[in-house]
Nanobody, 125 residues
Framework: VQLVESGGDLAQTGGSLRLSCAASGITFDDYAIGWFRQAPGKEREGVSC????????YSADSVKGRFTITSDGAKNTTYLQMTSLKPEDTANYYC???????????????????WGQGTQVTVFS
């Protein structure tokens, strides 16, 4: 399994970014994909997760209404559309894959076995 993130960048407060996670080596329907983030000095936290089987999603309260997770089976790619960015969104963002699409509902590290290398998002005011 290989996961490759892209799309991290500098953004102004209130701006938007779209992160991409290209997956290989997985059977799409059997997995959940999650976006996690880790800011300096903080623990890694689940941001948004999606069932690749039926598209159901979970988002943390801190990003609800601002971030949207989607997946494109034809491209084996999962996206995180981030809008209304805030300085507190600054972090290294990772995508991860969990065997078992039900893991979308528990967007926590312990269910996710495969991780990308991360992409940095920095939001400035």
């Amino acid at each position: 399994v290989q996961l490759v993130e892209s799309g991290g960048d500098l953004a102004q407060t209130g701006g938007s970014l779209r992160l991409s996670c290209a997956a290989s080596g997985i059977t799409f329907d059997d997995y959940a994909i999650g976006w996690f983030r880790q800011a300096p000095g903080k623990e890694r936290e689940g941001v948004s997760c999606i069932s690749l089987n039926d598209g159901r999603t979970y988002s943390a309260d801190s990003v609800k209404g601002r971030f949207t997770i989607t997946s494109d089976g034809a491209k084996n790619t999962t996206y995180l559309q981030m809008t209304s960015l805030k300085p507190e969104d600054t972090a290294n963002y990772y995508c991860a894959a969990a065997l078992g699409s039900f893991w979308y509902a528990e967007c926590v590290e312990r269910g996710y076995d495969y991780w990308g290398q991360g992409t940095q998002v920095t939001v400035f005011s």
